[in-house]
């Protein structure tokens, strides 16, 4: 198994996990451990914006500080999560200093490799959320047309899949490439976060379409139901020209 330098530092109530550099892997507001501090890992959750339908069945490949972990848990009740994480270090710290929950009925922790549990595994997910990084930023298979062809299999009918494009901000159109050919050209890129982060979507069954309108009531629901504001990235779509007819389409 893989195994990082793992450093903790906090500053201004935000505690940080780092693998060994000044990259930032996770954090953790440590007054809200359940809200995602991160701008990206708000995004990352933007498929809530796009279908109705919660999502039952998450799959979610890096567990890093387990925001997303977290909020998947506590925040969409109803819902069951698989994590895969190569590092059993990382799952040690997420439990130490990040407040992740024990494994139970909904909550299930795999240490091994996203990519080779994607291409053995059987279950069908609603929602596969990829944001698996190295000490250096790579990502190595997670980026790859075989594994995001091995997501689409795994996806259930309406499915999404959101992946983190950090490291690859000036030269991701490879790999936006690769996911649009694995989904027959139903995928697209959100406009940079102040981070870098660039965030990419992918979605199978039922065409997503949702009205600008729409988009801003379903963001200001998500923000009063469970404290998840995208209302920023709907304005940051629609400046940036991405929602042609003003509309998401997916």
């Known amino acids: 198994m893989s195994e990082y330098a793992i450093d903790i530092s906090e500053e201004a109530g935000v505690r940080y996990l780092h693998f060994g550099s000044e990259w930032v892997q996770g954090a953790m507001r440590v007054r809200r451990p359940i809200d995602l501090e991160l701008a990206y890992t708000r995004e990352m959750m933007a498929g809530l914006l796009m ?51 024990e494994e139970d009925a909904r909550l299930r922790i795999v240490i091994g490799d996203g990519a080779e549990y994607i291409q053995r595994s059987r279950p069908s997910f609603d929602y596969i959320l990829i944001d698996g990084y190295d000490e250096n930023a790579r990502v190595g298979a997670l980026d790859s047309l075989p594994f995001y062809q091995a997501c689409r299999a795994r996806l259930a009918d309406d499915g999404l899949l959101a992946t983190n494009l950090f490291g690859r901000a000036r030269k991701y159109k490879p790999a936006l490439d690769r996911l649009a050919q694995a989904f027959d050209g139903r995928s697209m890129a959100f406009p940079s976060c102040d981070s870098g982060n660039v965030i990419a979507f992918a979605a199978t069954g039922d065409e997503v379409n949702v009205s600008l309108p729409d988009l801003r009531e379903r963001a200001s629901t998500l923000k009063r139901d469970i404290n998840l504001d995208l209302r920023a990235t709907v304005s940051r779509l629609e400046q940036a020209k991405s929602l042609p007819g003003d509309a998401l389409v997916l």
Do not use: H, M, N
């Open 51 to 101: 279908r109705e339908r919660t999502p039952r069945r998450i799959l979610l490949v890096g567990l890093g500080a387990a925001s997303l972990t977290k909020f998947c848990y506590w925040r969409l009740p109803d819902a069951k999560i698989t994590v895969v994480e190569i590092s059993p270090g990382v799952v040690a710290a997420a439990r130490q200093f990040f407040k992740l929950p």
